[in-house]
């Protein structure tokens, strides 16, 4: 089952549960579980990580892929490739 972060609106704090997909929304629907303050709930989202393939496959691209990114790179100004 996924874990799913919620935060209270009122005093601040978080707190993670692990629910089925169908059953994400429930914690929403109560006061704040972690103080009494009777604050409600909600669901925090994270933003989309992309990042150097090495931390999740564990190899890097062959040379000839990072060649290629290389000439491309060169070819347009104002581009955001990092070749490493």
Same mark, same amino acid.
């Given at each position: &089952?996924?874990?799913?972060?919620?935060?209270? +609106?009122?005093? $601040? /704090?978080?707190?993670? +549960? *692990? =629910? @089925?997909? !169908?059953? #994400?929304?429930?914690?929403?629907?109560?006061?704040? @579980?972690? *103080?009494?303050?009777? $604050? +409600? %709930? /909600? &669901? &925090?989202? !994270?933003?989309?990580? %992309? $990042?150097?393939?090495?931390?999740?496959? $564990?190899?890097? @691209?062959? +040379?000839?892929? #990072?060649? #290629? =990114?290389?000439?491309? /790179? *060169?070819?347009? =100004?104002?581009?955001?490739?990092? %070749?490493?």
């Amino acid at each position: &089952m996924p874990y799913y972060d919620y935060i209270c +609106e009122k005093c $601040g /704090k978080d707190f993670e +549960e *692990s =629910l @089925p997909i !169908a059953r #994400r929304d429930e914690p929403t629907k109560k006061p704040c @579980p972690i *103080s009494d303050c009777g $604050g +409600e %709930v /909600k &669901m &925090m989202f !994270a933003k989309p990580y %992309v $990042g150097d393939p090495w931390h999740f496959a $564990g190899k890097k @691209p062959d +040379e000839g892929f #990072r060649d #290629r =990114l290389r000439e491309i /790179k *060169s070819k347009h =100004l104002h581009n955001t490739i990092d %070749v490493r």
